[in-house]
């Protein structure tokens, strides 16, 4: 499997998904004109990532905000990231914030509240 590769733009996060490191990251704003077509290509190739059976996933989150459409969207990685840990990958997603970003912090354990994978907080300056 190829590794799916997304340039950032002023509305559009980063990304990238490395099949051979296991590894998803996103970096940016998220704030796509068209939300649901942005997120299907990345769940699509999660998906095909997950019929590789993979051994790891690992998410990091580098957002500095994204809205509401796009929060659907997160949720719908961090499911499709649970169904991979229950099928034997070693998950968790690294949610970065800033250190004076309380709120986002909230945002990060609200999202771990409605999925079995575990996040790790990693605070930046």
């Avoid at 990238?16 to 296991?22: E, F, N, Q, V």
Wanted: net charge negative.
């Amino acid at each position: 499997m190829e590794a799916y590769l997304v340039h950032g733009t002023a509305k559009t996060p980063s990304i990238l998904l490395d099949p051979k490191a296991g590894t998803l990251e996103m970096k940016g704003r998220c704030i796509p004109e068209n939300t649901i077509e942005f997120f299907r290509n990345l769940l699509d190739a999660v998906e095909a990532f997950g019929k590789t059976n993979p051994k790891k996933f690992e998410i990091t989150l580098q957002l500095e905000y994204f809205n509401t459409s796009s929060s659907k969207c997160l949720l719908d990685l961090f499911k499709n990231t649970e169904v991979l840990m229950n099928n034997g990958a070693q998950t968790h997603i690294n949610w970065i914030y800033d250190q004076d970003d309380e709120e986002w912090l909230e945002v990060g354990k609200d999202y771990e509240s409605m999925t079995e994978v575990p996040f790790k907080y990693i605070e930046v300056e």
